[in-house]
């Protein structure tokens, strides 16, 4: 366990060197040895905020609504084990102010009950709902799916046994790297199958979504903003327009592909 807590100190304390990381994967032969040691199998969902407008219902027969937070209800509900991270590293290691640094990372399965308890605690299925309820309720967006880099630096086992559901921010997330990165690693952290973003009329081109976006997705062209093709589909942009110009809307049937998905690379029962 001391091994582990002293990778996590090592963690912490590189992390601002991510972005460094980030670029030597563009390196061939380096590129495609990170990849393997740290990327390989993966396949993490960025889930927006449930504001999404369902586009197979009428909106109003909210009772039939699926809503993005139910992926992640879903697997809490699935999982035979809870673990909940003491803290958040990514903003621990950034010092972060404007996010609560003591909501950690949610992991479900077998392999995370390995972890050392110095870094958290296995948690009943109320308390892992009530956690990603109050990440919501800051502002957080949830990252789900399978990412070796987690059991990895973890220590734990098997890989295949370990989901993870982080809570971000747009402001120190890990993943404020994907432009840096190889495009067959980036790649592999992607939308909600089924989202759309777009830009209507309103647009004043203010530039606040562009300062949101962790991914550099929108920009400012011809005093409008728009959405380009690295979207991640995390809807900050939607929530901090004044001018309500950015429509985020889902399809409802790619929700539950995105389950069969998750469920199909990841054992958790």
């Known amino acids: 366990m001391k091994g582990t807590r002293q990778s ?10 991510r972005f460094i990381l980030a670029k030597v994967t563009h390196v061939p032969i380096i590129g495609k040895i990170i990849d393997k ?12 905020r449930d504001r999404v407008i369902d586009k197979d219902v009428d ?10 937070s139910q992926v992640v209800n879903h697997f809490i509900e699935k999982a035979g ?39 958290g605690c296995s948690v009943t299925k109320q ?8 990440a919501r309720k800051a502002g957080l967006v949830h990252l789900i ?21 982080c809570n971000c921010c747009p402001c ?12 067959d690693i980036s790649q592999k952290i992607h939308s909600l199958p089924g989202i759309e973003i777009n830009v ?36 900050r942009c939607v929530d901090i327009c004044g001018q309500n110009a950015i429509e985020i809307k889902m399809d409802r049937s790619k929700l539950r592909q995105a389950i069969s998905d998750i469920e199909s690379s990841v054992d958790i029962t």
């Open 200 to 235: 209507n009329d309103d647009c004043i081109g203010c530039g606040r979504c562009a300062e949101v976006c962790f991914v550099n997705a929108m920009k400012i062209q011809d005093g409008k903003a728009r959405v380009h093709e690295d979207c991640r589909g995390c809807s």
């Open 172 to 183: 120190c997330c890990l993943w404020r790297m994907i432009p840096d990165l190889a495009p």
């Open 145 to 165: 799916g399978r990412n070796k880099l987690d059991p990895v630096w973890l220590d734990v086992k098997p890989e295949e046994k370990f989901l993870t559901i």
């Open 81 to 119: 084990h809870h673990w909940i991270m003491d803290t958040c590293i990514c903003r621990e290691s950034t010092d972060c102010s404007e996010h609560p640094k003591d909501i950690g990372c949610l992991f479900l399965g077998e392999a995370p009950q390995g972890i050392d308890t110095g870094l």
């Open 8 to 17: 996590v100190s090592l963690l912490r304390r590189l992390f601002k060197y």
């Open 59 to 68: 909106i109003q027969r909210p009772e039939e609504l699926i809503l993005p």
């Open 37 to 48: 040691m740290l990327f390989e199998n993966d396949d993490l969902i960025y889930l927006p």
């Open 127 to 134: 308390e892992a709902f009530d956690h990603v309820k109050r």
